[in-house]
Protein backbone atom coordinates (compact mmCIF):
# COMPACT_ATOMS: atom_id res chain seq x y z
CA UNK A 1 0.00 0.00 0.00
CA UNK A 2 0.77 3.72 -0.60
CA UNK A 3 2.20 6.13 2.53
CA UNK A 4 3.22 9.67 2.08
CA UNK A 5 5.97 10.93 4.73
CA UNK A 6 6.72 13.91 6.24
CA UNK A 7 9.26 16.04 8.57
CA UNK A 8 9.49 16.97 10.68
CA UNK A 9 6.62 17.26 11.91
CA UNK A 10 6.73 20.90 13.94
CA UNK A 11 9.45 23.20 13.34
CA UNK A 12 10.41 26.26 15.11
CA UNK A 13 12.53 28.54 13.22
CA UNK A 14 14.03 32.54 13.19
CA UNK A 15 12.96 35.13 11.19
CA UNK A 16 15.70 34.91 7.94
CA UNK A 17 17.35 31.57 8.42
CA UNK A 18 16.56 28.56 5.78
CA UNK A 19 13.92 25.85 5.62
CA UNK A 20 13.96 22.52 4.55
CA UNK A 21 10.72 20.28 4.39
CA UNK A 22 10.86 16.60 3.22
CA UNK A 23 7.68 14.60 1.84
CA UNK A 24 8.25 11.15 0.58
CA UNK A 25 5.90 8.82 -0.87
CA UNK A 26 6.35 4.94 -1.01
CA UNK A 27 4.46 1.80 -2.86
CA UNK A 28 3.77 4.08 -6.42
CA UNK A 29 5.47 5.16 -9.05
CA UNK A 30 6.03 8.38 -11.33
CA UNK A 31 3.64 10.01 -8.56
CA UNK A 32 1.83 13.58 -8.64
CA UNK A 33 3.58 15.99 -6.26
CA UNK A 34 2.02 18.49 -4.72
CA UNK A 35 2.37 21.15 -1.41
CA UNK A 36 0.08 22.90 0.43
CA UNK A 37 -0.25 25.61 2.31
CA UNK A 38 -3.66 25.39 5.43
CA UNK A 39 -3.88 28.67 6.93
CA UNK A 40 -6.99 28.52 9.33
CA UNK A 41 -10.49 30.37 7.73
CA UNK A 42 -8.73 30.02 4.22
CA UNK A 43 -8.80 26.37 3.48
CA UNK A 44 -5.68 25.07 1.02
CA UNK A 45 -3.67 27.18 -0.96
CA UNK A 46 -1.42 24.55 -3.44
CA UNK A 47 1.39 26.03 -3.48
CA UNK A 48 3.53 23.90 -5.72
CA UNK A 49 2.97 21.03 -7.79
CA UNK A 50 5.24 18.58 -9.86
CA UNK A 51 4.27 16.03 -12.59
CA UNK A 52 7.76 14.43 -12.54
CA UNK A 53 11.48 14.76 -12.18
CA UNK A 54 13.20 17.97 -12.06
CA UNK A 55 9.54 19.32 -13.36
CA UNK A 56 7.82 22.32 -10.86
CA UNK A 57 5.16 23.91 -11.35
CA UNK A 58 4.89 27.47 -8.81
CA UNK A 59 1.10 28.22 -8.17
CA UNK A 60 1.88 31.59 -6.38
CA UNK A 61 4.47 33.90 -6.46
CA UNK A 62 6.44 33.88 -2.62
CA UNK A 63 9.63 32.97 -0.75
CA UNK A 64 9.32 29.53 -1.31
CA UNK A 65 10.80 26.77 -3.67
CA UNK A 66 10.61 23.16 -4.59
CA UNK A 67 12.31 20.79 -5.84
CA UNK A 68 11.84 16.94 -6.60
CA UNK A 69 15.64 15.56 -6.94
CA UNK A 70 13.80 11.88 -7.19
CA UNK A 71 10.55 10.46 -8.35
CA UNK A 72 9.35 9.96 -4.62
CA UNK A 73 10.68 12.64 -2.91
CA UNK A 74 9.35 16.28 -3.28
CA UNK A 75 10.87 19.14 -1.02
CA UNK A 76 10.24 22.93 -0.19
CA UNK A 77 12.74 25.27 0.71
CA UNK A 78 13.61 28.92 1.25
CA UNK A 79 16.52 30.73 1.53
CA UNK A 80 15.13 33.28 4.42
CA UNK A 81 12.20 32.53 5.97
CA UNK A 82 9.73 35.64 6.91
CA UNK A 83 6.62 35.49 9.41
CA UNK A 84 4.30 35.12 7.26
CA UNK A 85 5.35 32.46 5.68
CA UNK A 86 4.12 30.46 9.20
CA UNK A 87 1.53 28.10 8.65
CA UNK A 88 0.74 24.10 8.00
CA UNK A 89 2.47 22.85 5.20
CA UNK A 90 1.02 19.54 3.38
CA UNK A 91 2.35 17.37 0.95
CA UNK A 92 -0.03 15.45 -1.81
CA UNK A 93 -0.14 12.57 -4.35
CA UNK A 94 -2.23 11.52 -7.34
CA UNK A 95 -1.09 9.18 -10.20
CA UNK A 96 -2.18 9.63 -13.54
CA UNK A 97 -2.43 12.80 -16.00
CA UNK A 98 -5.86 11.82 -16.75
CA UNK A 99 -8.52 14.51 -15.38
CA UNK A 100 -10.19 13.85 -11.95
CA UNK A 101 -7.75 12.29 -9.45
CA UNK A 102 -8.09 12.04 -5.89
CA UNK A 103 -5.23 13.06 -3.76
CA UNK A 104 -3.51 11.56 -1.16
CA UNK A 105 -2.33 13.56 2.13
CA UNK A 106 0.63 13.61 4.29
CA UNK A 107 0.58 14.34 7.74
CA UNK A 108 2.07 18.19 7.58
CA UNK A 109 4.55 20.05 8.94
CA UNK A 110 3.60 22.99 11.36
CA UNK A 111 5.88 25.50 10.58
CA UNK A 112 5.84 28.42 13.29
CA UNK A 113 8.57 31.37 11.98
CA UNK A 114 9.67 33.73 15.04
CA UNK B 1 -10.43 29.01 -13.33
CA UNK B 2 -12.56 26.93 -11.08
CA UNK B 3 -13.51 28.05 -7.41
CA UNK B 4 -15.46 26.07 -4.52
CA UNK B 5 -17.37 28.03 -1.77
CA UNK B 6 -18.63 26.18 1.51
CA UNK B 7 -21.41 28.19 2.86
CA UNK B 8 -20.93 27.40 6.48
CA UNK B 9 -17.41 28.53 8.60
CA UNK B 10 -18.07 27.03 11.82
CA UNK B 11 -21.25 24.84 12.70
CA UNK B 12 -21.81 23.34 16.32
CA UNK B 13 -24.34 20.81 16.64
CA UNK B 14 -25.93 18.43 19.78
CA UNK B 15 -25.37 14.59 19.07
CA UNK B 16 -27.95 12.64 17.00
CA UNK B 17 -28.47 16.56 14.78
CA UNK B 18 -28.82 16.02 11.66
CA UNK B 19 -25.79 17.81 9.19
CA UNK B 20 -25.99 19.38 5.99
CA UNK B 21 -22.72 21.64 5.00
CA UNK B 22 -23.05 23.50 1.78
CA UNK B 23 -20.91 23.41 -0.87
CA UNK B 24 -21.06 25.08 -4.51
CA UNK B 25 -18.21 25.11 -7.01
CA UNK B 26 -18.32 26.90 -10.32
CA UNK B 27 -16.89 25.18 -13.86
CA UNK B 28 -18.75 24.85 -16.94
CA UNK B 29 -17.12 21.80 -17.79
CA UNK B 30 -17.35 18.00 -16.60
CA UNK B 31 -15.99 18.07 -12.67
CA UNK B 32 -15.39 15.54 -10.21
CA UNK B 33 -16.11 16.25 -6.47
CA UNK B 34 -14.20 15.28 -2.99
CA UNK B 35 -15.08 15.36 0.69
CA UNK B 36 -12.47 15.68 2.90
CA UNK B 37 -11.75 15.45 6.84
CA UNK B 38 -9.10 16.48 9.06
CA UNK B 39 -9.95 14.90 12.19
CA UNK B 40 -8.27 16.65 15.31
CA UNK B 41 -4.46 15.84 15.25
CA UNK B 42 -5.05 13.74 11.94
CA UNK B 43 -4.52 13.44 8.67
CA UNK B 44 -6.38 15.26 6.07
CA UNK B 45 -8.50 12.17 4.83
CA UNK B 46 -10.88 11.57 1.82
CA UNK B 47 -14.44 11.58 3.34
CA UNK B 48 -16.10 10.63 -0.25
CA UNK B 49 -15.87 11.52 -4.11
CA UNK B 50 -17.99 11.89 -6.94
CA UNK B 51 -16.97 10.86 -10.48
CA UNK B 52 -20.13 9.63 -12.54
CA UNK B 53 -23.22 7.67 -12.22
CA UNK B 54 -25.95 8.10 -9.32
CA UNK B 55 -25.45 11.37 -7.85
CA UNK B 56 -26.10 10.76 -4.34
CA UNK B 57 -22.97 9.00 -3.05
CA UNK B 58 -22.17 7.24 0.10
CA UNK B 59 -18.49 7.59 2.27
CA UNK B 60 -17.64 6.64 5.05
CA UNK B 61 -19.10 6.71 8.45
CA UNK B 62 -22.17 7.60 7.66
CA UNK B 63 -21.51 10.34 5.50
CA UNK B 64 -23.11 10.79 1.86
CA UNK B 65 -23.14 13.51 -0.81
CA UNK B 66 -25.79 14.42 -3.67
CA UNK B 67 -24.03 16.24 -6.59
CA UNK B 68 -27.15 18.28 -8.21
CA UNK B 69 -25.61 19.42 -11.18
CA UNK B 70 -28.00 22.31 -12.14
CA UNK B 71 -26.87 24.01 -8.97
CA UNK B 72 -23.35 23.08 -9.05
CA UNK B 73 -23.80 22.05 -5.66
CA UNK B 74 -22.33 18.74 -3.87
CA UNK B 75 -23.45 19.21 -0.34
CA UNK B 76 -22.43 16.52 2.31
CA UNK B 77 -25.36 15.29 5.07
CA UNK B 78 -25.28 13.13 7.74
CA UNK B 79 -28.42 12.23 9.26
CA UNK B 80 -27.25 11.92 12.98
CA UNK B 81 -24.05 13.13 13.87
CA UNK B 82 -21.88 11.75 16.45
CA UNK B 83 -19.13 13.65 18.78
CA UNK B 84 -16.37 11.85 17.15
CA UNK B 85 -17.59 13.51 13.87
CA UNK B 86 -15.56 16.70 15.54
CA UNK B 87 -13.30 18.36 12.57
CA UNK B 88 -12.78 20.02 9.68
CA UNK B 89 -14.62 19.39 6.29
CA UNK B 90 -13.23 20.60 2.94
CA UNK B 91 -15.01 20.61 -0.42
CA UNK B 92 -12.66 20.10 -3.31
CA UNK B 93 -13.18 19.83 -6.79
CA UNK B 94 -10.93 18.82 -10.48
CA UNK B 95 -12.08 19.13 -13.89
CA UNK B 96 -12.16 15.85 -15.52
CA UNK B 97 -10.00 16.38 -18.79
CA UNK B 98 -6.35 16.82 -18.85
CA UNK B 99 -3.96 17.33 -15.98
CA UNK B 100 -6.18 19.62 -13.72
CA UNK B 101 -5.31 20.79 -9.73
CA UNK B 102 -7.55 20.19 -6.97
CA UNK B 103 -9.27 23.66 -5.72
CA UNK B 104 -10.61 23.71 -2.13
CA UNK B 105 -13.18 25.05 -0.37
CA UNK B 106 -12.04 27.36 2.76
CA UNK B 107 -13.27 24.61 4.91
CA UNK B 108 -16.13 24.43 7.77
CA UNK B 109 -15.18 23.19 10.58
CA UNK B 110 -17.73 21.35 13.00
CA UNK B 111 -18.24 21.23 16.95
CA UNK B 112 -20.36 18.54 18.21
CA UNK B 113 -21.19 18.29 21.51
CA UNK B 114 -21.92 15.82 23.50
Known amino acids: SQTIHQWPATLVQPVGSPLSLECTVE??????LYWYRQAAGRGLQLLFY??????ISSEVPQNLSASRPQDRQFILSSKKLLLSDSGFYLCAWSVGLAGGREQFFGPGTRLTVL | AQSVSQHNHHVILSEAASLELGCNYS??????LFWYVQYPGQHLQLLLK??????LVKGIKGFEAEFIKSKFSFNLRKPSVQWSDTAEYFC????????????FGTGTRLLVSP
Open chain 2, 27 to 32: YGGTVN
Open chain 1, 27 to 32: GTSNPN
Open chain 2, 50 to 55: YFSGDP
Open chain 1, 50 to 55: SVGIGQ
Open chain 2, 92 to 103: AVIPNTGFQKLV
